[in-house]
Antibody, heavy 122, light 109 residues
Framework: QVQLQESGPGLVKPSQTLSLTCTVS??????????WSWIRQHPGKGLEWLGY???????YYNPSLTSRVTISVDTSENQFSLQLNSVTAADTAVYFC??????????????WGQGTLVTVSS | SSELTQDPAVSVALGQTVRITCQGD??????ASWYQQKPGQAPVLVMY???NRPSGVPDRFSGSTSGDTASLTISGAQAEDEADYFC????????????FGTGSKVTVL
């Protein structure tokens, strides 16, 4: 059973960088066949895809955030990470990591972390 | 287009059938996936592809697509099905961009 767990600071100051790590257990990122994604959810709102990475390091980002988002992978630690630069209060949200399966025109987020609340405040 | 539109709120009597719809241009090119989210919890995948249920999801959940609209049907809704439901698909911009629907709150009466 694949499990994902987010970790990182729960409070970030405005203009600084939000950094989160997702640790994967029960499966290897480097085995391929999946993307590894970050999604966020503003309080009481819907879900927003931030981007994902393949084990090889190929990355794809939400066009609305691409200038501020970086996703990286550490296959030796079986982890992937999110960095979001120049944060404002609008970046306050619960951040989830998830595994993404795909097949032709099918994509699905099949395993999710529990989520971690990040608050941007001075 | 990169929007997926859902009805904000849907209600169903216990044991009856409810259909949740998701409309968007991207669904003409990519299948939707569906997620159930209960308060304070992470979303859970309940449907993907043409009509694929992950292991552990009850068979009262089914999915379909027609044109630009995907549907998730719960046949014989149970109290535990009360939750928010989100659809998702890759958009059809030609780039890897994924969008989630606006969400539907399902209330079981």
């Amino acid at each position: 059973q694949v499990q994902l767990q987010e970790s990182g600071p729960g409070l970030v100051k405005p203009s600084q960088t939000l950094s989160l790590t997702c640790t994967v257990s029960g499966g290897s990122i480097s085995s391929g066949g999946y993307y590894w994604s970050w999604i966020r959810q503003h309080p009481g709102k819907g879900l927003e895809w931030l981007g994902y990475i393949y084990y090889s390091g190929s990355t794809y980002y939400n066009p609305s955030l691409t200038s501020r988002v970086t996703i990286s992978v550490d296959t030796s630690e079986n982890q992937f990470s999110l960095q979001l630069n120049s944060v404002t209060a609008a970046d306050t949200a619960v951040y989830f990591c998830a595994r993404v399966g795909y097949l032709s025109s099918w994509y699905w987020f099949d395993y999710w972390g529990q989520g971690t609340l990040v608050t941007v405040s001075s | 287009s990169s929007e997926l539109t859902q009805d904000p709120a849907v209600s169903v009597a216990l044991g009856q059938t409810v259909r949740i719809t998701c409309q968007g241009d991207s669904l003409r090119s990519f299948y939707a996936s569906w997620y159930q989210q209960k308060p304070g919890q992470a979303p859970v995948l309940v449907m993907y592809g043409k009509n694929n249920r992950p292991s552990g999801v009850p068979d009262r959940f089914s999915g379909s697509t027609s044109g630009d609209t995907a549907s998730l049907t719960i046949s014989g809704a149970q109290a535990e099905d009360e939750a928010d439901y989100f659809c998702s698909s890759r958009d059809n911009s030609g780039k890897h961009n994924h969008v989630f629907g606006t969400g539907s709150k399902v209330t079981v009466l």
